[in-house]
């Protein structure tokens, strides 16, 4: 008799994104092995998650028992037709098209590929044929557990302890059964079935038995809410008190309805009582007048730490602060706020580098539901919503999360990458073993790449799939319209054996292959989706297309910008420094020309910035960008008046560069206290009330120059050619064009103003007149009106004499011909 297959490719996405999906694999039309591929038409369905499926099944002929074969699937889809349905790659070197492959059995079996896990893993509806109302369904990933159990704890409580207590009386202990791929699962069939809705809002965790037969509590990491506003951790002892002062990273997950959002931003009670289909919640989410960018090159992107918002209140700042700044934002007119992290990192006042739940937003920040109206109001507004996520490392202490999740042997720390065994480091085991010694017994094969914590198991398919599907799940169901990736250089180069230090090549090329996974994804299911890495490696596979190789990058962070136009103390000679050496006073050269050079590969698919939340505050000698400009204890005077006009400078080569601005909140009035990760909100500031003082003439100096640039496409292209620069007078000239549209761009970071003009040669200047169309030294901005004075400048034998204010910019627009 033939063997069957069945062969399954579920989405797991609520939207009908795919059509025409078709099967293709490596047999012929007789189900015999085949060098030509055949393609079969899927058929489509709805699978038990409410998501759309696509199934199709193959007969083999039972001469080819015990043979593998290889499948993969074709769709079209938003970005065009004929794409390759699979992105995760289960093999090297790179393959253009990832298979999925199998080993033909003499029983009918089945293949199934989830594209995204989002609706598949942690407490999702089940819908039964026949159901009248969908059911509720567990799933976890734990293939070293003896047996694993959802528990319920109590909606005050919130939190069950290591010995039982904090369990709800009224809810049954649900047993799971063990599937394939060592996910275990709760029954949807028989008396013991539970109605999603019944389950709605409460507290539940998985009871572990892991490999040694120790029974553990563990949080869901594919939860969608973790309760807790507090910062205790009772650390497995009774907590005799509220969620509310329970850290959320170690408390109850939540059952969570993903298709309902709550109507109000805010209600007083919890569970809120009062919710909206999604579908009503995002249906008047855009405004035709005022369009959100969707492509890297046409943001200006504002840096928002949610944390340091709420000025003159208690505690970290939350949504509902952030929501309060809209105003300001589309005042001030940036297109794109890039928020610091927001999954679920514990609540303690920190950035949010330190992620335990990808699925769930910072709880004691406001939650899903919160962010879910902060985007729809920034959507209303124009503003895209980008979404600092971190991949290089995990909470460094993830208790109930991550660690040790089904095991406690070392090697088998499911979402940690180990290499060998404890006993492959005799050196470092010997170490540990003395007395005093900081390393840890055992600890010798994880690997270290940088970061605050150990590198994940990026070679195992389920961890990858959690940071793609919780991607997927904030792009999908929050809306984001981007995102950035922390620190990729980590994952991709950093990576070296915690035993010796030396490299790990084949963890950074599992990272490399994790994050072309994770772009392919995304693309395949909205290829407009803006992605930029955080990358220091300089390697151009980072921005490369996926199918050209590459990792699929939009954009790469551009930290040698940072350096080289404002530096600091700490950095050596190769660095231009410009800000930082001009700001001392001494008046000698600066490396204008060495600057020249970083600013012409600006338009190499860089995101630029001149501050960001790791230059003002994560390391030695880091300061506000004000601060660093005046180099003095007091900023009032002359002192603040000088060093204004050098922040206006700085801003202005930063936006007009040819990669994409970014600047860190609070720069646009001037903000001047220190902003580090662990004492920001007591050193915030009053944002609004800066602008209406001493930051008022700041403001409007980036309010309109980010006019200037959204307003001109010149400015968003990525050409840019560097005309001159002139060390000892401090004075860089550059154009920017797209087709007939050209600017030119001429800054001095001398400390007196060339009133009689600075004479700019070269050849680029041509013959047409030059009209000045912006100038850094306005009144408006706090200057003193030293410039051209919106002349008309004509070039004469390919040199141009322009008025130049002290520390200060021009723009001049080409006229027509």
Request: net charge negative; with cysteine; charged share 25%.
């Amino acid at each position: 008799m033939p063997s069957s297959v069945q062969f399954e490719y579920r989405t797991g996405l609520k939207r009908d994104v795919f059509r025409n999906v078709r099967l293709t694999g490596s047999w012929d039309a007789r189900g015999r092995a085949s060098d030509t591929w055949s393609v079969l038409l899927m058929e489509p369905a709805l699978a038990e998650d409410g998501c759309p499926c696509f199934r199709a099944t193959v007969s083999f002929d039972s001469s080819e028992v015990g043979r593998c074969f290889l499948w993969g699937v074709i769709v079209d889809g938003p970005g065009g037709d004929d794409l390759w349905g699979i992105p995760a790659e289960l093999r090297e070197p790179v393959a253009p098209e990832p298979v999925r492959g199998f080993v033909l059995g003499s029983e009918p079996s089945c293949e199934r590929y989830h594209l995204t896990q989002g609706r598949r893993l942690g407490a999702q509806k089940h819908f039964a044929p026949g159901a009248a109302r969908p059911l509720a369904r567990f799933a976890v990933w734990a293939p070293h557990a003896r047996q694993v159990e959802v528990v319920f704890g109590t909606q005050e409580g919130g939190y069950i302890a290591d010995d039982g207590t904090g369990l709800s009386p009224s809810l049954p202990v649900l047993p799971m059964v063990r599937e394939e791929g060592g996910v275990w699962e709760t029954s949807c069939e028989g008396p013991g079935a539970l109605e999603f809705e019944r389950l709605r809002f409460q507290p539940y965790m998985f009871r572990v038995t892991q490999a040694d037969g120790q029974v553990v509590y563990r949080t869901d990491l594919y939860s969608r809410c973790q309760l807790g506003r507090g910062t205790s951790n009772p650390r497995g002892r009774p907590h005799p008190g509220s969620w509310r002062e329970v850290n959320a990273t170690v408390s109850c997950s939540v059952v969570v309805d993903p298709d309902q959002v709550t109507k109000h931003f805010c209600e007083p009670r919890w569970p809120e009582q009062e919710f909206l289909p999604e579908e009503e919640f995002w249906r008047d989410e855009f405004r035709p007048e005022r369009p959100v960018p969707t492509r890297v090159e046409d943001l200006v992107l504002y840096e928002l730490h949610v944390g340091a918002l709420g000025f003159g209140k208690d505690g970290a700042g939350t949504l509902a602060d952030a929501v309060a700044l809209l105003d300001h934002l589309e005042a001030l007119g940036v297109n794109a706020v890039e928020l610091l992290p927001m999954s679920e990192f514990g609540g303690l006042p920190n950035w949010g580098y330190a992620t335990t739940h990808y699925f769930a937003i910072e709880y004691a920040g406001g939650g899903r539901d919160q962010l879910k109206h902060f985007v729809r109001e920034c959507h209303r507004r124009g503003i895209a919503v980008i979404m600092d996520v971190v991949y290089n490392h995990y909470h460094p202490d993830a208790e109930r999360a991550q660690w040790m999740y089904d095991s406690n042997a070392h090697p088998d720390n499911l979402y940690y990458w180990y290499e060998g065994r404890p006993e492959h480091y005799p050196d470092y085991e010997r170490a540990a073993a003395q007395p005093g010694a900081t390393a840890a017994p055992g600890h010798g094969g994880y690997i270290d790449n940088q970061s605050t914590g150990y590198a994940p198991r990026f070679h195992e398919e389920a961890v990858r799939a959690l940071f793609t599907s919780s991607a997927v799940c904030l792009m999908e169901e929050f809306h984001i319209d981007g995102f950035r990736v922390d620190q990729t250089t980590c994952i991709h180069s950093y990576n070296v054996l915690h035993a010796h230090g030396q490299p790990a090549s084949r963890t950074n090329i599992a990272g490399a292959r994790f994050l072309r996974e994770w772009c392919r994804t995304l693309r395949l299911i909205r290829p407009g989706v803006m992605l930029m890495a955080e990358d220091h490696s300089g390697w151009d596979s980072v921005t490369t297309p996926v199918s050209e190789g590459g990792l699929g990058f939009d954009a790469a962070w551009y930290a040698d910008f940072y350096h080289h136009l404002i530096g600091g103390p700490t950095r050596g000679r190769e660095f231009a420094k410009l800000l930082w050496t001009s700001g001392r006073g001494g008046g000698e050269p600066l490396a204008m020309g060495t600057f020249a050079g970083v600013l012409a590969r600006t338009g190499q698919k860089k995101v630029v910035y001149h501050e960001s939340h790791d230059e003002a505050g994560n390391g030695e000698g880091t300061r506000r960008t004000l601060v660093l400009a005046a180099n003095a204890a007091q900023l009032e005077g002359d002192v603040l008046r000088a060093a204004e006009a050098r922040c206006r400078t700085v801003f202005g080569l930063s936006v007009l560069a040819a990669g994409t601005p970014l600047f860190l909140m609070g720069e646009e009035v001037g903000a001047a206290k220190d902003y580090r990760y662990d004492t920001f909100v007591s050193q915030r500031e009053d944002l609004l009330g800066l602008r209406e003082g001493r930051g008022q003439h700041l403001f409007r100096y980036y309010q309109e120059l980010i006019r200037l640039r959204l307003g001109q496409a010149a400015l968003r292209s990525r050409d840019l050619e560097v005309l001159c620069a002139h060390d000892v007078d401090r004075v860089l000239a550059f154009r920017r064009w797209s087709g007939a549209e050209e600017l030119l761009v001429v800054a001095s970071l001398n400390d007196a103003p060339f009133s009689q003009g600075h004479e700019l040669v070269s050849p680029r200047l041509g013959a047409a007149a030059w009209k000045e169309v912006f100038n850094s030294d306005s009144g408006r901005y706090g200057g003193s009106n030293v410039g051209n004075l919106g002349a008309t400048l004509l070039p004469s034998a390919d040199a141009l004499r322009v008025v130049l204010p002290a520390r200060g910019l021009v723009v001049f627009q080409r006229l027509s011909r």
